[in-house]
C-alpha cells in the first residue's frame, strides 16, 4: 500500500521559513519523480514543484521559485520542501504526490498558514 506522510506545516509570519517533510513508503520511492501540490482556501489543487528519480533536475511554479527548494534522499525514502520568505498567499495544505503535476496519489497534507 503507498503511503505517504507529510509533516512539517504551521503557523509563521510573512518573511518566515518552514520545512515540509514527506515519508514515503509502500513503494519503490527511487523510481518516481515527486512533487509537492497545495491547496488554498476555496482553490483547487495547484502544483508547487518537482523532482525527479534521482534528484538530478528540480522545477518549480513561477511564484516560489528562489524562495522554495524541494529534495529528495532516496535511501531514507524522503521528499523535503523548504520554504523561505513565506508570503501570505503561500497559505494552503500542502501535499507530496507521487509523479509530476497533481494526478498522482497524494498524502494526507499539512497546513502551512502565512499570516502577521
Known amino acids: 500500500e503507498v503511503l505517504l506522510v507529510e509533516s512539517g506545516g504551521g503557523q509563521v509570519q510573512p518573511g518566515g521559513s518552514l520545512r515540509l517533510s514527506c515519508a514515503a513508503s509502500?513503494?519503490?520511492?527511487?523510481?518516481?519523480?515527486m512533487s509537492w501540490v497545495r491547496q488554498a482556501p476555496g482553490e483547487g489543487l495547484e502544483w508547487v514543484s518537482s523532482?525527479?528519480?534521482?534528484?538530478?533536475?528540480?522545477f518549480y511554479i513561477e511564484s516560489v521559485k528562489g524562495r522554495f527548494t524541494i529534495s529528495r534522499d532516496n535511501a531514507e525514502n524522503m521528499l523535503y520542501l523548504q520554504m523561505n520568505s513565506l508570503k501570505i498567499e503561500d497559505t494552503a495544505v500542502y501535499y507530496c504526490?507521487?509523479?509530476?503535476?497533481?494526478?498522482?496519489?497524494r498524502g494526507q497534507g499539512t497546513q502551512v498558514t502565512v499570516s502577521s
Open positions: 504526490a507521487m509523479n509530476v503535476g497533481t494526478a498522482g496519489t
Open positions: 509502500g513503494f519503490t520511492f527511487g523510481l518516481y519523480a
Open positions: 523532482i525527479l528519480q534521482d534528484g538530478s533536475d528540480t
